[in-house]
């Protein structure tokens, strides 16, 4: 089975991708609407102008690069609700603000020829729970770690 098993049996083949140019709002917004096909899927690859990939955002960087200031925002609030709309207005700034600063540029990267055991050692290797598969220079798609995790309870 590791070794059977390849990259293309696993990847994803649709993902969320928006440009370098997008908000932190556009990369929520791509992230949920593909959420209808992978409900577990927590990024968005991120390209240049020139459609060469960058890296990914994920949920985990949104929340780190919005926490400080809505944080911060209700601490300064006085009451529920006052707190609520506190908190709904930093949020809808903090959607304003653009990814380049929070991309996550060291995405492990894998071919779809790679085993599920390479798979593995790439996600140990990067402690990260994703990997785009490339070939070429061109995203062919995305393992996560649930894909991975499904093989591994398939045999259990």
């Known amino acids: 089975m590791l070794y059977r098993k390849r990259a293309w049996d696993i990847m994803r083949s649709e993902f969320p991708m928006v440009n370098e140019d997008a908000s932190i709002g556009d990369v929520v917004k791509a992230i949920e609407s593909n959420s209808s096909i992978y409900p577990d899927n927590d990024c968005a690859l991120v390209s240049d102008k020139d459609g060469k990939l960058m890296g990914a955002v994920s949920m985990w960087n949104i929340v780190k690069a ?91």
């Open 66 to 156: 919005m926490g400080p200031e809505l944080l911060k925002s209700s601490s300064r609030s006085k009451g529920e609700e006052s707190f609520e709309k506190a908190f709904q207005l930093a949020c809808q700034l903090g959607a304003q603000a653009g990814i380049r600063k929070i991309i996550q540029k060291d995405v492990p990267r894998i071919r779809p020829n790679d085993t599920l055991a390479r798979i593995m050692e790439v996600f140990l290797d990067y402690r990260q729970g994703r990997a785009v598969v490339e070939e070429g220079g061109k995203v062919m798609g995305v393992v996560m770690l649930s894909d991975v995790y499904r093989e591994i309870v398939s045999n259990i």
